[in-house]
């Protein structure tokens, strides 16, 4: 299994806090959120990272290197990250990924270990973190079946029929990322569509009959990180979890 961290994109949200630094390398109490991730990677036995870089590519790398000499990381850089979406950076790792497992994750997130964990001891080929909670209309929404299939994700999602909210941390056996792929790539490739996200994929990959299923992360921390807003108040829930 790979690890894949999708890291490209310039977080004009956060500015100016970004005007110099990646997202990922702003601090959230004394670890930036690039750390944060990683160190919750390594936790988990996790072996192989791939980073989608973009904006200031090089501060990330020489991080990674400084903070992890002796990590297994392969960068694949999207030279298009100011005009393009997660879902063709995540397009960009189809070659490293061929024959095998992938953990999915933003870069943008904090969270507990215990998530991957959750994922990993499922027992589920393809599923999802899911917090349970009141959603908004700009949240990645999902609907499940009786057995927790997913049958719809996206903003998209009606908030009546939604449980929650995925977080953004998934994993994928081989057959499905290859058939997740394959979606992809007529996505990018004939239909241009280079600005979606990701979870326009999932959708489709869910309407040829994959089972992709949720994991109940309610009880473990993590927030995603978008305003300078969050950034404090993430900062204050890794307080109360120490």
Request: charged share 30%.
């Amino acid at each position: 299994m790979k690890a894949v961290i999708l890291a490209a994109g310039i977080a004009s949200r956060l500015r100016p806090l970004t005007d110099n630094t990646p997202k990922c390398l702003l601090n959230v109490g004394d670890k930036c959120i690039l750390e944060i991730t990683l160190d919750n990677i390594i936790a988990n036995d996790i072996k192989e990272v791939i980073i989608v870089t973009g904006y200031l590519q090089d501060q990330i790398k020489n991080f990674v290197a400084a903070k992890y000499p002796e990590l297994n990381v392969i960068y694949i850089y999207n030279d298009v990250y100011s005009s393009t979406n997660n879902i063709y950076s995540l397009w960009l790792t189809k070659d490293a990924l061929k024959d095998d497992e992938m953990l999915l994750m933003d870069s943008d997130i904090i969270f507990d270990k215990d998530i991957i964990a959750k994922l990993l001891a499922s027992g589920y080929d393809n599923c999802l973190a899911l917090k349970r909670h009141n959603v908004q209309d700009e949240e990645i929404k999902v609907k499940v079946d009786e057995n927790g299939r997913v049958l719809e994700i996206g903003k998209e999602v009606k908030l009546s029929d939604a449980i929650g909210e995925s977080i953004g941390i998934e994993k994928f056996g081989v057959e499905t990322l290859r058939q997740l792929f394959e979606i992809i790539d007529h996505k990018i490739v004939v239909n241009k569509q280079v600005n979606q996200f990701y979870e326009a994929a999932f959708q489709e990959l869910t309407e040829t009959g994959a089972d992709i299923f949720i994991v109940d992360t309610t009880d473990n921390i993590c927030m995603e990180i978008d305003t300078a807003a969050d950034l404090e108040a993430a900062g204050k829930l890794l307080l109360k979890q120490d």
